[in-house]
């Protein structure tokens, strides 16, 4: 069974970066066919993706988030992290890290992390 868990700071301040790592268990992130996302939901909004990495370290942004957005692996700790600079009060939200699996039938979010709040404020 693979599971997700994100850790990182729960309060960033205005205009530093975020940083988010989500660590993998019960499953690689080498793992063909697997991609790795960030998403997130901001008070009173809807899930927004961020990003995604994939099995074989491909990258790939929202548009609206790509200039702030950089999204990498560690293989030997099976894990990826997202990083958002210069984040504003808007960028609060609850991150959550999962899996998106690419089969012959389609695409399976089978696996997602609880979620971190992340707060930016002074």
Do not use: H
């Amino acid at each position: 069974q693979v599971q997700l868990q994100e850790s990182g700071p729960g309060l960033v301040k205005p205009s530093q970066t975020l940083s988010l790592t989500c660590t993998v268990s019960g499953g690689s992130v080498t793992t063909n066919w697997y991609y790795w996302n960030w998403i997130r939901q901001s008070p009173g909004k809807v899930l927004e993706w961020m990003g995604a990495i994939s099995y074989g370290g491909n990258t790939y942004y929202s548009p609206s988030l790509e200039s702030r957005t950089s999204i990498s692996r560690d293989m030997s700790k099976n894990q990826f992290t997202l990083q958002l600079s210069s984040v504003t009060p808007e960028d609060t939200a609850v991150y959550y890290c999962a899996a998106r699996e690419n089969t012959r039938d389609g695409v399976i979010w089978g696996y997602w992390g609880q979620g971190t709040q992340v707060t930016v404020s002074s």
